[in-house]
């Protein structure tokens, strides 16, 4: 079967949140300036996540944003969903039969400090010892105690833009907390970061400020529609951020982190990634380098060398 893009049309699912609907109106620009003439049907699918209010973890963790929107896809009720890379659990927690079909350029990577308005300019180092620090992200809370010890991790949930008006009004349960910036432009929050992290100390997700378009594995037509929108660059980068935590059998509560780059060239690619300790002890790094035409290979190897290491052991540790 050919796929003729200009006489079908694409069914895609999107979360309905704020964030999610930013994400999606950029990608149907980039859809209907390519496809002028398909038609582009955007249907929103509430998540499990998005409804349940309590831990994460209680739901299926990660999952729980992305397993409706699975469901409508492998049914043939969409053809097509959009998510946030980092937002989607790894190959092992996921049902088969799933591709991505287009990686859009990915954005800002790094995580931020969010203080609640009106509070004085303030870093993590110059806050005052026991201020709780809101996250949910086991990454997040653990790099916050490695390179924190004396500030507190405390559990937040709700979408991006309620925990900022839940900070603001003092209801969410944290004295500052902590967001990625690429989520806070979204929100046309970005100016609420008061302290911006080093990605190569303060490691992001893993697919951190990349957006995915997916569809059926089997549906070649929507993926031969989706391919040319994609940005090879960062089409590299996140495959060699997926090999690693693969290889390492990352889950989302799992509190590891692979953060690639290319050189300007766009031949090599470097993967900086870390295996934390949930209880606080010293992370486990390693950076490694190689040919972006690998980008798995690069991984998988930086990978290897974090179970060289010794990262085995914390990667089963549970706080
Ligand atoms: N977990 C929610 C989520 N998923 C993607 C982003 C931000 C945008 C991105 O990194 O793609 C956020 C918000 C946050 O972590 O603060």
Same mark, same amino acid.
């Given at each position: 079967?050919?796929?003729?893009?200009?006489?079908?049309?694409?069914?895609?699912?999107?979360?309905?949140?704020?964030?999610?609907?930013?994400?999606?109106?950029?990608?149907?620009?980039?859809?209907?300036?390519?496809?002028?003439?398909?038609?582009?049907?955007?249907?929103?699918?509430?998540?499990?996540?998005?409804?349940?209010?309590?831990?994460?973890?209680?739901?299926?963790?990660?999952?729980?944003?992305?397993?409706?929107?699975?469901?409508?896809?492998?049914?043939?009720?969409?053809?097509?969903?959009?998510?946030?890379?980092?937002?989607?659990?790894?190959?092992?927690?996921?049902?088969?039969?799933?591709?991505?079909?287009?990686?859009?350029? !990915?954005?800002?990577?790094? $995580?931020?400090? +969010? &203080?609640? %308005?009106?509070?004085?300019? *303030?870093? #993590? @180092?110059? =806050?005052?010892?026991?201020?709780?620090?809101?996250?949910?992200?086991?990454?997040?809370?653990?790099?916050?105690?490695?390179?924190?010890?004396?500030?507190?991790?405390?559990?937040?949930?709700?979408?991006?833009?309620? !925990?900022?008006?839940?900070? $603001?009004?003092? +209801? &969410?349960? %944290?004295?500052?907390?902590? *967001?990625? #910036? @690429?989520? =806070?432009?979204?929100?046309?929050?970005?100016?609420?970061?008061?302290?911006?992290?080093?990605?190569?100390?303060?490691?992001?997700?893993?697919?951190?400020?990349?957006?995915?378009?997916?569809?059926?594995?089997?549906?070649?037509?929507?993926?031969?529609?989706?391919?040319? &929108?994609?940005?090879?660059?960062?089409?590299?980068? #996140?495959?060699?951020?997926?090999?690693?935590?693969?290889?390492?059998?990352?889950?989302?509560?799992?509190?590891?982190?692979?953060?690639?780059?290319?050189?300007?060239?766009?031949?090599?690619?470097?993967?900086?990634?870390?295996?934390?300790?949930?209880?606080?002890?010293?992370?486990?790094?390693?950076?490694?380098?190689?040919?972006?035409?690998?980008?798995?290979?690069?991984?998988?190897?930086?990978?290897?060398?974090?179970?060289?290491?010794?990262?085995?052991?914390?990667?089963?540790?549970?706080?």
């Amino acid at each position: 079967m050919t796929a003729s893009p200009s006489t079908r049309s694409l069914r895609l699912g999107t979360r309905p949140s704020p964030m999610a609907m930013e994400q999606t109106d950029r990608f149907a620009h980039a859809f209907r300036t390519r496809y002028p003439h398909v038609p582009l049907d955007i249907v929103t699918i509430t998540s499990e996540g998005d409804q349940h209010r309590g831990p994460l973890a209680q739901i299926g963790g990660k999952g729980a944003f992305t397993r409706r929107a699975d469901e409508h896809l492998l049914n043939g009720s969409v053809a097509a969903t959009i998510a946030c890379a980092k937002d989607l659990p790894g190959p092992h927690d996921r049902k088969p039969g799933i591709s991505t079909g287009a990686v859009l350029p !990915r954005e800002d990577v790094r $995580d931020a400090l +969010v &203080l609640p %308005a009106g509070h004085p300019p *303030a870093t #993590l @180092a110059s =806050l005052p010892p026991r201020t709780r620090v809101g996250t949910s992200a086991p990454r997040r809370a653990a790099l916050l105690k490695a390179l924190h010890p004396k500030l507190i991790a405390v559990p937040i949930r709700g979408n991006a833009d309620s !925990r900022l008006r839940d900070l $603001d009004s003092g +209801v &969410l349960g %944290a004295d500052v907390m902590i *967001a990625a #910036l @690429a989520g =806070l432009r979204r929100l046309n929050l970005a100016d609420r970061a008061a302290e911006i992290f080093d990605p190569t100390v303060w490691l992001p997700a893993s697919g951190a400020g990349i957006v995915v378009i997916e569809h059926r594995t089997d549906d070649h037509a929507t993926g031969n529609v989706l391919a040319p &929108l994609t940005h090879s660059a960062t089409r590299i980068l #996140l495959n060699a951020e997926r090999a690693t935590l693969a290889a390492l059998h990352g889950n989302c509560l799992t509190a590891a982190s692979a953060y690639a780059t290319l050189n300007p060239a766009a031949d090599f690619v470097t993967v900086h990634a870390v295996v934390l300790d949930p209880e606080g002890g010293t992370p486990i790094r390693t950076t490694t380098t190689g040919h972006a035409d690998y980008p798995d290979a690069v991984g998988q190897l930086a990978a290897q060398q974090l179970l060289d290491a010794g990262a085995a052991h914390l990667l089963g540790a549970r706080p």
